[in-house]
């Protein structure tokens, strides 16, 4: 499951597709509003094979606060939440976020040192948030075990916190 955005949610439809597994897109806007256009091809594949999801109706446009809004959906529905490679400001940390205020382990595929797009998946690791993923096995180990508390600092920082959720304040 992923958000059918550019770079590492399409691969990952990609994959599941290929291998005859099953995905699921969240999708930002209305289902009939397919976004990234981009991806416009392999999000209907995904709708054939796979199922889209959204809670905006029909003719709904892609907004920046959807965007956050669908991250909760993304956090809700999986049994864990893997961040690839994710900038210092990346989306995925306020999945990951969302994912750990409501109790779901969260893993991180981090990648070079040196690499600005890593910098958000080694600040879970380094902050406790995530289990490090270097494996298949790993995921399967994080899906068997219960979320770390480690992430509640990780929640607040990223302005998610117990009384933003329950009063339905988004991002």
Do not use: C
């Amino acid at each position: 499951m992923a958000g059918g955005a550019y770079g590492i949610d399409a691969a990952a439809h990609r994959a599941a597709l290929a291998t005859g597994g099953q995905t699921l897109a969240v999708m930002v806007g209305g289902l009939d509003r397919l976004y990234p256009s981009g991806n416009r091809e392999l999000l209907a594949r995904v709708g054939d094979l796979g199922l889209l999801a959204s809670e905006m109706p029909p003719g709904s446009a892609p907004t920046k606060w959807r965007f956050l809004a669908r991250n909760r959906i993304l956090g809700a529905l999986s049994g864990a939440t893997v961040v690839v490679e994710a900038g210092y400001r990346s989306s995925s940390l306020n999945v990951a976020a969302r994912a750990t205020q409501l109790g779901r382990p969260v893993g991180a595929v981090p990648g070079p040192v040196t690499s600005a797009a890593s910098s958000g998946t080694h600040r879970l690791l380094r902050e406790g948030i995530a289990s490090l993923i270097t494996d298949a096995t790993d995921v399967t180990a994080l899906l068997d075990s219960p979320a770390g508390g480690g992430g509640q600092a990780f929640a607040r920082e990223s302005g998610i916190t117990p009384s933003a959720h329950r009063e339905g304040r988004a991002l």
